[in-house]
Nanobody, 113 residues
Framework: QVRLEESGGGSVQPGGSLRLSCVGS????????MTWHRQAPDEAREWLAT???????FYSDSAKGRFTVSRDDHKNTLVLQMDSLKPEDKAAYYC???????WGQGTWVTVSS
């Protein structure tokens, strides 16, 4: 069974950083197209980044320059490093196994002073 579990969310001040993790089970993260998304209250889910099996990365304009997607193959984990966080980054963050159309349960991020 394909499963995803995010962690690493929390509260941070503007300009701070957070590192989100997404542990995969039932498949190899390195073999699948993996994505990160977020959803703010009363807004549609927004795509942020994609990591392809060959290592290619793609970012939305919102994420480009501040967020970095990577993976730890030994831990079968997808990672989203988020720097220079802004109040508008407040949202629930989700990882997705695109090939299996499977989502994690999300982890909440709050950015405020």
């Amino acid at each position: 069974q394909v499963r995803l579990e995010e962690s690493g969310g929390g509260s941070v001040q503007p300009g701070g950083s957070l590192r989100l993790s997404c542990v995969g089970s039932g498949f190899s993260v390195s073999d699948q197209i993996m994505t990160w998304h977020r959803q703010a209250p009363d807004e549609a889910r927004e795509w942020l980044a994609t990591l392809a099996p060959g290592g290619a990365t793609f970012y939305s304009d919102s994420a480009k320059g501040r967020f970095t997607v990577s993976r730890d193959d030994h831990k079968n984990t997808l990672v989203l490093q988020m720097d220079s966080l802004k109040p508008e980054d407040k949202a629930a963050y989700y990882c997705q196994n695109f090939d299996a159309s499977t989502w994690g349960q999300g982890t909440w991020v709050t950015v405020s002073s």
